[in-house]
């Protein structure tokens, strides 16, 4: 079945059993990396605001035989599912005094996300990117966001500067960051007891925030950087594991910054979802200048 010919039935599937009332809307998205999804949204009359449900899993499904009257029966009950948890209100997004305390930061690549940075707002940082998303949880800010477009500073009658200040001061409150070693991690993870001289001798450590989601994004905090210096009481290099988090390893591990960038590479190529790749490069936090800068240049 041709995706076109699939989009068409199921529209015309999901309209059978809601009614002709109801607005169906599929969006092609552009993501993170140049990557896109598609994904489809049900409302009904009155709604401003339904769960958009990704459409490649379906597709799938269909291609594996599923019949199109399943597949519209299993995105209503996702849609349902939303519903019951009770969607966010947004009737406050068009209003910058009520929308801008839950704006916040993300780091992305900047030249993976060219067509992407047309058309929103942004700061150049190193060889990222600093971006801007409204989150949309009222308690859970794990909860779907949306990303602040140039449209929206215009709606809101704001500069690019007034976003970056307000989102810049709002990331740490909303979304605090952790610092760890790695292998206290590993061990709330696995729930597994490592010996102290093995955690000592692994030496590398991990940034992230509470949610460990886009967490990356405190390296551009110079007071978060300046505190892992002075607990490590040296210099020290940061690979971005992700646009999740980061790894501190301190310079006197004697690991040159080359090693480390083809380390971080072999993990963003194997390990790492497309989507959530950061950079291949290696950064150093030189202590004396309070400085971040670039140690290992990635593609």
Not at 105 to 126: A, E, G
Request: charged fraction near 25%; proline fraction near 4%; hydrophobic fraction near 40%.
């Amino acid at each position: 079945m041709k995706y076109e010919d699939f989009l068409t039935q199921l529209e015309n599937c999901i309209r059978s059993k809601e009614g002709k009332e109801v607005r169906i809307h599929v969006s092609h998205i552009i993501k993170n990396n140049g990557r896109y999804m598609d994904s489809i949204s049900v409302m009904s009359c009155g709604e401003k605001v339904s769960p958009a449900v990704g459409l490649a899993p379906y597709y799938q499904k269909a291609l594996g035989g599923m019949s199109v009257e399943q597949i519209a029966d299993q995105i209503l009950d996702c849609i349902l599912h939303f519903r019951k948890q009770g969607l966010p209100n947004v009737d406050s997004f068009a209003d910058f005094e009520k929308a801008g305390g839950k704006i916040v930061c993300r780091l992305i690549h900047y030249r993976k996300n060219q067509k992407l940075l047309r058309s929103v707002p942004h700061r150049r940082f190193l060889d990222l990117a600093v971006v801007y998303y409204y989150l949309l949880g009222e308690d859970d800010f794990s909860s779907a966001s949306i990303l602040i477009q140039n449209s929206h500073l215009e709606l809101w009658g704001i500069t690019p500067e007034e976003l970056h200040a307000r989102a810049y001061a709002n990331t740490p409150v909303l979304l605090p960051y952790e610092f760890g070693s790695m292998m206290a991690i590993l061990r709330n993870i696995t729930g597994m007891d490592f010996p102290d001289e093995e955690e000592e001798r692994c030496g590398m450590y991990v940034l992230s925030n509470r949610l460990k989601m886009f967490g990356a994004v405190n390296m551009i905090y110079t007071n978060v950087l300046e505190m892992i210096a002075g607990f490590l009481g040296e210099d020290f290099y940061l690979l971005p594991g992700s646009v999740h988090e980061c790894i501190i390893v301190p310079v006197s591990m004697n690991t040159q910054a080359e090693e480390l960038q083809e380390m971080v590479k072999d993990i963003n190529r194997t390990q790492v979802e497309p989507e959530e790749f950061l950079s291949d490069s290696v950064y150093r936090y030189c202590r004396g200048d309070r400085s971040l800068i670039i140690a290992a240049e990635g593609q």
